[in-house]
């Protein structure tokens, strides 16, 4: 089982690892889409095991996504306060939360945010990738039950 969410949460500079495993874990998840090389009957029992896997993946990259959103709000609130208390000039609620969000810290965060979900987006198309891969095995399946021995991808 892997801990990337522990070892994110403990140092936020472990991201960059974090991509890359979960980045080599999607080639071989597209590997494990195929239908070639094994029988039918083969990949029908793997799949439960590697849709099982790749959610639990997923689930992490998830509850990641989740912490640095958590992040970002604490982090734009304390700049926020900063803009509305120590700030020169009065500035309104709104303008204060425009400055927030030219902040370099903010703009790091957000768009490291928009990196890891971009890589849960990718989980994500794996994921229907199993639902295809499911849909077409147990349909060949059903054909070959039916006695259609022929039935081939």
């Known amino acids: ?4 969410y522990y070892v994110v949460t403990a140092d936020l500079s472990k991201i960059p690892d ?4 979960y980045e080599a874990e999607l080639d071989q998840a597209r590997i494990e889409l ?3 090389g094994k029988t039918l009957e083969k990949h029908a ?7 099982e896997q790749r959610f639990s993946q997923l689930q992490e990259i998830e509850a990641v996504l989740e912490y640095l959103n958590i992040q970002l709000k ?3 609130s304390a700049e926020f306060k900063k803009f509305l208390e120590a700030y020169n000039k009065v500035l309104s609620s709104r303008d204060a939360e425009k400055y927030v969000d030219g902040v370099s810290g903010i703009v790091d965060s957000t768009l490291l945010i928009n990196e890891v ?5 990718k989980f994500l198309s794996i994921s229907k990738g ?14 070959r039950a039916a006695g259609l021995d022929d039935a081939s991808i």
């Not at 089982?1 to 990337?4: G, L, R």
């Not at 199993?130 to 054909?143: Q, Y």
């Open 1 to 4: 089982m892997s801990k990337w």
């Open 18 to 21: 974090f991509i890359d495993f």
């Open 34 to 36: 195929s239908l070639k």
């Open 45 to 51: 029992a793997e799949l439960p095991g590697l849709v």
């Open 74 to 76: 604490k982090d734009r």
């Open 117 to 121: 979900a971009l890589l849960r987006n």
């Open 130 to 143: 199993f639902e295809a891969k499911n849909f077409m095995v147990g349909h060949i399946i059903k054909l």
